[in-house]
């Protein structure tokens, strides 16, 4: 060694780590190639990120929207309540196809009135432009109002999945010249009732509330039930899953003693985060249906196999976050005459909370995108009915929004794939909101040593 500086035309001895050699460049060429290969996978996983949201967002986002047609009924009693009792169960005879001629006659008076009509449409293609989900519709307000008896109301109803298709886009002149739901005829027909007000697109509640729909009735199905049962769902799965893996994680973590036991239980537990999906909902189907009797197709059956599929991640996550947390943590609280048990929950799982609640709802967002467990339940059954309020809905049919995304993406009307799309960013918004509320308790409860 020696303190002599290195003169600006000294040169450098052969072997000199300044002088690079073979190998080095290699290395240096090596680094170089990989750091490339790194940004080049990043770079392609964002354009095939972005390309997916992008394939979405354009497909799904027409399923917030709704074609309405609007124009005044005269709700005759004469053919609502024939016996002009006023009383709901003589009412209850008349069924949707009293009240879909009612709107039929009403649209095509309407139309006469205003002087719209158009060569090769008769009255019955004027009445295919509306849905078929509108005399239910209209019929279920009668009968929660029998005072409307006798009036002249502006009713504003669904227009066809046919005429909705072709506000957006979908349906064309030539499609509909092979189509034997509509004509070209009816779509000129829209246009004049969308030059005069008549035929409007706007926001789409029922999609959030409506329940499904038979595939005759595209423009009606919703995502109420399914919203629904995937809450019913989750919230069930975190109220079992949280406490039994945080307590199953400590236990193992701090208390268990190292042994062979302990050693296969941890292993048993890493298998089980591995095992696919599907298989836990075979156990649910054997265990839960078949042997304890619970009703097929309910969020609580669906909990309990969703509960099985992530006690192993929730566990492992916890675990996780109680070895982070520094043993002198543990040795002070010794130290200052604490407990084994004091010491752990009075010190240790604090600390390590946020791992456990970012870990945990992790899990649970995880969870809430299955769908083949589901389908083994049942739960791919079609359900147009809400459940009831906690607890009793538990039990009730119910779906799941990826289960409600798989099968309107298995109908073969083109409504129902926008619809599946449209499900897709909401069960994508649901994730979203679950990932922000893992950080945001993350920083919340997020504590330094």
Do not use: C
């Amino acid at each position: 060694m020696t303190d002599i500086p290195m003169t600006a035309d000294a040169t450098p001895l052969k072997g000199s780590l300044l002088v690079p050699d073979a190998r080095t460049r290699r290395r240096n060429a090596a680094e170089a190639r990989f750091k490339v290969y790194g940004i080049a996978a990043i770079s392609l996983s964002l354009v095939v990120l972005a390309i997916m949201l992008f394939t979405i967002a354009r497909d799904g986002r027409l399923s917030f929207t709704q074609a309405y047609l609007t124009f005044p009924v005269m709700l005759d009693p004469a053919v609502l309540d024939k016996d002009g009792n006023g009383d709901r169960a003589e009412m209850a005879s008349v069924s949707t196809i009293g009240y879909g001629r009612l709107l039929d006659d009403a649209l095509v008076a309407f139309l006469a009135q205003q002087g719209i009509a158009v060569a090769g449409v008769d009255a019955d293609g004027i009445g295919d432009l509306l849905s078929k989900e509108g005399p239910g519709a209209l019929r279920a307000r009668v009968l929660a109002d029998p005072a409307l008896l006798g009036q002249t109301i502006d009713l504003t109803i669904y227009a066809s999945g046919r005429i909705d298709g072709y506000l957006k886009g979908r349906v064309t002149m030539a499609s509909a010249a092979l189509d034997s739901n509509i004509s070209p005829e009816q779509l000129q027909l829209a246009d004049m009732l969308r030059d005069r007000g008549i035929l409007t697109t706007g926001w789409n509640w029922g999609f959030f509330t409506s329940p499904d729909s038979s595939d005759q009735r595209p423009e009606a199905a919703g995502l109420g039930v399914a919203m629904i049962g995937s809450i019913y769902m989750m919230l069930l799965t975190a109220l079992m899953s949280l406490p039994i893996g945080v307590a199953a994680s400590i236990y193992l973590e701090e208390f268990a003693p190292k042994n062979r036991w302990t050693d296969l239980i941890e292993v048993n537990i890493s298998n089980l985060a591995a095992v696919p999906s599907i298989v836990f909902g075979i156990l649910g189907l054997a265990i839960f249906i078949n042997f304890a009797g619970l009703p097929a197709s309910s969020s609580l059956v669906g909990a309990l196999v969703l509960t099985l599929m992530t006690l192993p991640t929730i566990i492992i996550a916890t675990r996780a976050s109680l070895r982070a947390v520094p043993p002198s943590i543990r040795d002070a609280a010794y130290g200052v005459g604490a407990s084994k048990m004091q010491a752990v929950f009075h010190h240790v799982l604090p600390l390590a909370m946020p791992g456990i609640l970012t870990g945990t709802i992790l899990g649970l967002a995880s969870a809430l995108g299955e769908t083949a467990p589901l389908l083994l339940i049942g739960m791919v059954a079609f359900v147009d009915n809400y459940p009831s309020a906690p607890l009793e809905g538990v039990l009730d049919p119910a779906t799941a929004l990826p289960v409600q995304v798989y099968s309107w993406a298995s109908r073969a009307d083109p409504a129902f794939i926008e619809r599946s799309a449209g499900a897709i960013i909401v069960l994508l918004g649901f994730l979203l909101v679950m990932n922000i509320v893992a950080i945001l308790l993350r920083r919340r409860f997020e504590r330094r040593w």
